[in-house]
């Protein structure tokens, strides 16, 4: 039932619709389980950013802790991607899962990452400051996060550190794409020019 629902809701990009389905099912006597909440948060991240989408992601967060049922990191993960487009709430859920003790995934990373680095501005501090806190808990970042720090660098100018992390990459076995070059492209027209002659030679050594 409440599958077909989903779809119907995404069908319409109405994310009150979907909340409405969970407030039916409480109503009914129905307690949604955590992956039920998911699965809400989940329809409304689909729904790329429309009206009351902060709204409903804490109404879903809030509705879990009135049925005290636990967010797991999927769920968090899925609030992340749904507010992806706003900086300031996606470091709100990341310190509320933080607070709670909830586990990291990769993929907790890697939207988080991605989110603050598109955000700029402050945000792609807190971004390289996830990167590290990720490589330091033993988790391996894959090629999308990976092209996630690359950007932070790219939106800051940092070239150097740009390269880096392409050579990180290099070094674990991930392939760089067509984004991760675009990356650098962009770091290349935002940082120092004078430090071009020592990319050049790098980038010449790996063709």
């Not at 039920?36 to 509705?63: K, N, P, R």
């Not at 933080?98 to 993929?107: A, F, P, R, T, W």
């Not at 033993?138 to 950007?151: D, F, I, Q």
Request: hydrophobic share 40%; net charge neutral; aromatic share 8%.
């Amino acid at each position: 039932m409440y599958s077909l629902s989903k779809l119907c809701a995404l069908k319409q990009r109405n994310a009150n619709l979907v909340m409405r389905i969970a407030q039916h099912a409480q109503s009914k006597g129905v307690k949604l389980t955590d992956r039920a909440y998911t699965t809400l948060m989940q329809a409304i991240g689909d729904m790329e950013g429309g009206g009351g989408v902060v709204e409903s992601v804490w109404g879903v967060l809030e509705g879990m802790k009135r049925d005290n049922v636990t967010p797991n990191s999927y769920t968090y993960s899925a609030a992340i991607h749904a507010v992806r487009q706003n900086g300031e709430e996606v470091m709100r859920i990341w310190d509320r899962m933080s607070q709670e003790g909830v586990l990291k995934n990769e993929y907790t990373y890697a939207i988080t990452i991605s989110a603050l680095a598109r955000a700029g501005g402050l945000y792609v501090n807190k971004a390289l400051a996830l990167y590290q806190e990720m490589c330091m808990t033993g988790l391996s970042p894959n090629v999308y996060t990976y092209n996630s720090v690359v950007r932070a660098f790219a939106e800051t100018g940092n070239i150097h550190q740009a390269m880096h992390v392409v050579d990180m990459m290099v070094e674990k076995n991930v392939q760089p794409t067509q984004h991760t070059y675009t990356m650098l492209l962009l770091a290349c027209g935002r940082g120092n020019v004078s430090e071009t002659s020592v990319y050049d030679n790098r980038i010449s050594d790996s063709s």
